[in-house]
């Protein structure tokens, strides 16, 4: 059974730093794309970032480029994502997701075959 759980969610004040990490189990996960999307309450779920099998390849949104860090470790099956200088506007539940393939972007959520429940971030101003 595939499994991803997410962790590393809290309350923090604009400005500040977190690290969510994504522990995948069930599937050879170091062969596969990882992605994390958002979702703010009454908004759609938005994409945030993607990494590829090897790491080699990340892509982000606008939005948090510059200021976030995908990055995953193969021996541990975990993806994780680094949130810096955060705003209240990145206020959302977070969730981790993983897909066949890269495909022509990973960035639209369609492409994902499994998801995580999320964990959420609050970001104070």
């Known amino acids: 059974q595939v499994q991803l759980v997410e962790s590393g969610g809290g309350l923090v004040q604009a400005g500040g730093s977190l690290r969510l990490s994504c522990a995948a189990s069930?599937?050879?996960?170091?062969?596969?794309?990882m992605g994390w999307f958002r979702q703010a309450p009454g908004k759609e779920r938005e994409f945030v970032a993607a990494i590829s099998w090897s790491g080699g390849s990340t892509y982000y949104a606008d939005s948090v480029k510059g200021r976030f860090t995908i990055s995953r470790d193969g021996a541990k099956d975990t993806v994780y994502l680094q949130m810096n200088s955060l705003k209240p506007e990145d206020t959302a539940v977070y969730l981790c997701?993983?897909?066949?393939?890269?495909?022509?972007?990973?960035?639209?959520?369609?492409?994902?075959?499994?998801w995580g429940q999320g964990t959420q971030v609050t970001v104070s101003s």
């Open positions: 997701a993983t897909r066949a393939s890269w495909g022509s972007t990973p960035r639209y959520r369609e492409g994902y075959d499994y």
């Open positions: 069930g599937r050879t996960f170091s062969n596969y794309p």
